[in-house]
């Protein structure tokens, strides 16, 4: 099959988060398997300049119709992975040449609509102009949705390279929809017509999430668990009722994301002091005494670690987290690590705790790939108190290292980690809870403390349950293929 992806970023060109990751592993998969894979994304010089050294302009003056009756000028530039993947990148600096991604000092950029709808348009113009025959067209989130409109739309299903094309949208976080004033639609050539609530209209807004999963032939999102969350109130932001329609339909799926193997792999990471696998975990050991180390933390073996990598925003459930530390830290021998950055409020409290505590409370406000992987590695437990997670790739990561995830029930997390008890011992990779309380959180932590001091054996089983655990992308990358083939043939022409 020809495969155009579509997606605001891509690692390790440009990544803000876990599409960044699912954009480069899941077409690289499906190159793998034989397809024809065109990734398309935008080309941010002040981000990429150096990833994309070695990049090649593909097509000099790419025509973009935008807006009534005017036509802006882009480059595409290409760098070739493999003989059937190649990235292609849409350069317009007046749009993409921008310190960050999406926004500044935390307020999205003021012409985020002109941007992505620029970006949609401009992918559909670069196939045409690169003449590609496209079997699917898979878009990302809402910055690329309207790529979904646009190939139904009379401005391309006339075009020989869209005849057969098959249209998927994948919701990676629901949160997150595009929305904004309907005047905007001024710059997608797109008629009066499209607003109506079978497309973008949204509260007399448009609603670009919206329109890329109400034209597409199917749309995903990225755990089985989060597909069904989302058909709630409680998880629907909004888009409850036009997705309960797509699931009666038969058009929802949920497939869950894979990890990169090759990058996180304990016997090979080349960002840990120390190596080891499943077979051998002294080098675990040396990991933890790096990351106490590190830290300024006391180096004691026989000490739990809970470790935490993440955003400080709602969503991940920290303020939960941060609840607890208070009572854990007066009555538990236990010790701390977080790596993070994101709401204020939670950056300064957890600063707080490091000074208060500092032989047993290690704290890093931003983010560093070095230390994520270290307390990957070095933890005892990975806390995840999410809020909502539509599917998570830390947890994954987690038990690879042999660090046991503590997780809330929701999204990913409950599809993933499977829940320690005395009964499936041979199965359990991690402890779940599933109120969202402190109480119910601290007493969960307790719990895995009490097996990993009382009972090492139960505990470093649930450690190799995890660490043998198969999350590659392989897996995904064959779902993906049959909802492709499904498509074709239920909505063939």
Known sequence: MNIVWATSEAAPYAK?????????????????????????????????????????????????????????????????????????????????DRPKLYDWDGN?????????????????????ALD?????????????????????SALYNGFDNFKQTKSIITIHNIGYQGVFSKSNLY?????????????????????????????ADMATTVSPTYAEEILSPEYGFGLENPLQHRAAQGKLRGILNGIDVLEWDPATDNLLPHHFSHNDLSGKALCKVALQKEFGMEVRADVPIYGVVSRLAEQKGLDVFIACLDKMLEEDDAQFVIVGSGEKWQEV????????????????IGYSNKLAHLVEAGADFFVMPSRYEPCGLNQMYSMKYGTVPIVRSTGGLEDTVSNYSIDNIDSATGFK?????????????????????????????????????????HHTAVEYEDLYQHANTKFGS
């Open 349 to 364: 409290a957890l600063a707080d705790y490091a000074k208060a505590y500092p032989d047993r409370f290690g704290c890093h």
């Open 433 to 473: 809870f599933y109120d969202l309380y402190p109480d119910a959180l601290r007493e969960t932590m307790r719990w895995a403390a009490s097996i990993y001091r009382n009972d090492f054996l139960a505990f470093e089983t649930v450690m190799k349950n995890g660490m043998t655990s198969d999350f590659s992308w």
């Open 16 to 96: 803000t988060g876990g599409l960044a990751d699912v954009s480069y592993s899941l077409p690289y998969a499906l190159a793998e398997n034989g397809h024809n894979v065109s990734v398309f994304m935008p080309y941010y010089p002040q981000v990429m300049a150096e990833k994309c050294a070695d990049t090649e302009c593909v097509y000099e003056l790419l025509g973009v119709p935008f807006g009534e009756g005017n036509e802006e000028w882009a480059r595409i530039r290409r760098h070739k992975v493999s003989e059937n993947l190649s990235f292609y990148f849409i350069e317009f600096d007046r749009f993409f």
């Open 132 to 152: 590609i025959k496209v079997d699917v067209l898979h878009s990302n989130d809402w910055h690329t949705s309207l790529c979904n409109v646009y190939v139904k």
């Open 187 to 215: 710059w997608t050539g797109l008629g009066w017509e499209y607003f109506n609530v079978h497309c973008f209209e949204f509260y007399d807004k448009l609603n670009f999430l919206k329109a890329g999963v109400l034209t």
């Open 108 to 128: 999205e950029y003021s012409d985020n609509a002109e941007r992505f709808i620029f970006l949609s348009r401009a992918i559909m113009q670069a196939v045409l």
